[in-house]
C-alpha cells in the first residue's frame, strides 16, 4: 500500500512535468494531473498539503533535471577552463532542450533567486549543479592567476552564461549550431582570462 502511495505520488509529479514542459507553469491544475492519472480530483492533495506545495516539488524536480544536464561530460579531471566550457554548452542545452523548464528556474513567477550575500553568490533554493559551477570559476581561477575576486568572477561569468542561453536558447527563434555555441562560449573564457591579466598588471603597475 505504501508502495503505491508512492508510486502515484511520482505519477502526479511526472505528469506535472509533461505539462510544463510542453505549455508551462502556469497551466498547471491538480484536478487535470488528478483525471491523468486517473485519480479523484482531491487524491493529489493526500500527497501535497496545497497547490502551491505542488508546484515546489516540480520546480525541485526541475531542478535535479537541471543539475543533470549540467554535470554531463564534467569531470574533475578537468582543467578549470575546460569544465566551464563544457558546463556553458550544458546550459545552453538545457535552454534549448527544456525551454520552459529554463523559463520555470531563471524567469517569470517560479525563478530560484541567486543574489550576493557578505560578497557570496548563493542560491536562495537547492540549485544542482550551481555548487558544481562555482568549483569550476574557483578552479579557473587559480590555474590561470586571476586577479579578481571568486564572487565577482562568479558573478561575470554566471551572468554571461544566462544571457548567452536566453538569446541562443530558443530553438524557434534563433538559429545556430552547437560549433559555433561552443566557439563562443570558449572565446569569452579566454577572452575573460587574458583581459583579467590585464586588468591585474594594470592594477599592479598603479600600486608601484
Known amino acids: 500500500m505504501v508502495k503505491n502511495q508512492i508510486d502515484l505520488k511520482k505519477r502526479l509529479i511526472s505528469e506535472g512535468l509533461k505539462i510544463v514542459q510542453d505549455k508551462g507553469m502556469k497551466n498547471i491544475s491538480l484536478r487535470q494531473i488528478a483525471e491523468k492519472c486517473g485519480v479523484t480530483h482531491s ?8 497547490k ?9 524536480q526541475i531542478s535535479i533535471i537541471f543539475g ?16 566551464l566550457l563544457q558546463m556553458g554548452i550544458n546550459f545552453v542545452n538545457f535552454a534549448q532542450d527544456f525551454p520552459k523548464f529554463f523559463d520555470v528556474l531563471f ?16 542560491s536562495d533554493k537547492t540549485l544542482p549543479g550551481f555548487e558544481e559551477f562555482k568549483y569550476a570559476v574557483a578552479k579557473l581561477s587559480k590555474e590561470n592567476n586571476l586577479g579578481v575576486d571568486n564572487d565577482l568572477q562568479e558573478i561575470q561569468l554566471w551572468s554571461f ?3 548567452f542561453a536566453l538569446i541562443v536558447g530558443k530553438k524557434n527563434v534563433v538559429e545556430v549550431d552547437s ?18 591579466k590585464t586588468l591585474g598588471e594594470g592594477r599592479n603597475e598603479g600600486n608601484h
Open 52 to 60: 502551491n506545495t505542488y508546484l515546489a516539488a516540480l520546480v525541485e
Open 161 to 163: 552564461i544566462i544571457g
Open 179 to 196: 560549433k559555433w555555441i561552443s566557439k563562443v562560449i570558449d572565446e569569452m573564457i579566454s577572452i575573460y582570462i587574458n583581459g583579467d
Open 68 to 83: 543533470t544536464t549540467m554535470a554531463q561530460k564534467v569531470t574533475d579531471n578537468m582543467s578549470g577552463n575546460a569544465m
Open 107 to 122: 524567469l517569470g513567477d517560479y525563478v530560484v533567486q541567486t543574489k550576493v550575500t557578505g560578497h557570496e553568490i548563493i
Open 43 to 50: 487524491t493529489p492533495y493526500r500527497h501535497f498539503k496545497d
